[in-house]
């Protein structure tokens, strides 16, 4: 089920706001979700010029469009057709599903990219789904505490990648890689 609004999910935003401090972009190939409006602000703070959204379901982007006040390209559809090697464009994937439904999505964006998935898999962490589905291993794993608690994530393979958990509307993390 959608939300209303993320407006009040402080913990998510402050993770949202750590990560997005280490991408530098001019452009958001993204989900917007219930938030349009803000979620197009929040992200020209960062940087971002361009906007590059889908949605899949025809009566939320006919309601988005309706209320939206900055011009984006707005596309309806999976996620799954966006151009993923774009330079200087950051993948920004709210899928607030667990990591086992996006095992797609997750193998094609290698990136740029901030993936958001539901902690609600009682048999699988998150973290070990995204790295099945990339065909990779961890090699190492940092946890630090500072500014928000998050960990490193290196693979045997080379690729480096941010892990955040949080709890807000629900038991949520982000996956994040920086190019």
């Given amino acids: 089920m959608t939300k209303a609004t993320y ?3 402080h913990e998510k935003h402050k993770v949202r706001q750590f990560l997005l401090s280490k991408f530098k972009f001019e452009q958001v190939v993204g989900l917007p979700g219930p938030d349009f409006n803000t979620y197009v602000e929040s992200l020209a703070k960062y940087g971002a010029k361009q906007f590059d959204l889908y949605e899949y379901s025809p009566s939320v982007l006919v ?3 309706a209320m939206a006040k900055h011009p984006v390209n707005m596309h309806i559809g999976d996620i799954l057709q966006a151009d993923s090697n774009r330079s ?12 086992t439904s996006c095992k797609e999505h997750i193998n094609k964006f290698t990136n740029n990219f901030i993936m958001t998935f539901s902690r609600r898999d009682r048999y ?22 500072e500014p928000i608690k998050h960990s490193i994530i290196e693979t045997k393979e080379g690729d480096s ?11 949520m993390c982000c996956i994040a890689k920086i190019n």
């Fill in 7 to 9: 407006l009040d999910a």
């Fill in 63 to 65: 309601r988005q469009l």
């Fill in 88 to 99: 200087k464009t950051l993948f920004d994937l709210d899928f607030c599903v667990t990591a």
């Fill in 124 to 145: 699988d962490n998150p973290i070990n789904v995204f790295v099945r589905a990339k065909n990779q291993t961890i090699n190492r794993l940092i946890t630090l505490f």
């Fill in 161 to 171: 990648y941010i892990y955040v958990e949080y709890n807000d509307t629900s038991s």
